[in-house]
């Protein structure tokens, strides 16, 4: 069997919706970016469960670095993003400014996040290790995996709380739509 980031690389690149997203954002030439989420741990567990490439996949979650974190920014790198595509795939990527995220998150989770200072670094503070996976498409066409917590959990279908930050205030709600999708998966909701 290979590494891990071996398969995920296999996996990754025979999925036409990411593989499309992945060019698409790679031809902007943003800072510092990847997808990440959902879109990469869940095309995982439907290579995993024999499930059709983008099954329960609601979005690509692209995630870039600028220092210019201001919302005028972050607006226009979005729609220029956006241009790229072509419906369904347009009003399926999301696109953040991972600087700009600090400046609304307190508010929306009721958590703190403090800045960051590369797109790699926001993967640490996901809710769960399994979803902390992020991969980019470089000019070359290799794809570089970021992943801090590493691969084993997302391989094996383990949501577990992310044990260096607080818990999510919406975990349970999270892991039973995931579950609801993916009944293989294994749960530890305590850390």
């Known amino acids: 069997m290979s590494d891990p980031a071996t ?4 996996i990754v690149r025979a999925d036409p919706d990411l593989m499309t997203v992945l060019e698409g954002v790679r ?3 943003l800072n510092d970016w990847l997808i990440f989420s959902g879109a ?3 095309s995982v ?3 995993l469960t024999g499930r059709p490439a983008g099954h329960g996949i609601k979005d690509f979650d692209v995630g ?3 220092a210019d974190y201001s919302w005028d920014a972050e607006d226009a790198v979005i729609r220029r993003v956006a241009a790229r595509f072509d419906e369904p795939l347009k009003s399926r990527v999301e696109v953040r400014n ?5 400046e609304w998150f307190p508010e ?4 703190p996040w403090p800045p960051v200072s590369a797109t790699a670094e926001a993967l640490s503070r996901f809710v769960a290790p399994a979803f902390a996976v992020g991969v980019r498409l470089e000019p070359d066409d290799r794809l570089t995996v970021e992943a801090p917590f590493g691969l084993d959990d997302m391989f094996a279908m383990v949501l ?7 818990l999510a205030a919406d975990w349970d709600r999270v892991v039973d739509k995931l579950v609801a999708r993916w009944p293989e998966l294994k749960v530890e909701r305590e850390r």
């Open 7 to 10: 398969r995920l690389e296999a």
């Open 27 to 29: 031809a902007e030439g």
């Open 40 to 42: 990469v741990y869940q």
């Open 45 to 47: 567990w439907n290579h």
């Open 64 to 66: 870039y670095f600028d």
């Open 98 to 102: 991972q600087r700009r995220v600090s």
């Open 108 to 111: 929306k989770f009721g958590q």
């Open 160 to 166: 577990r709380p992310n044990p260096t930050r607080p």
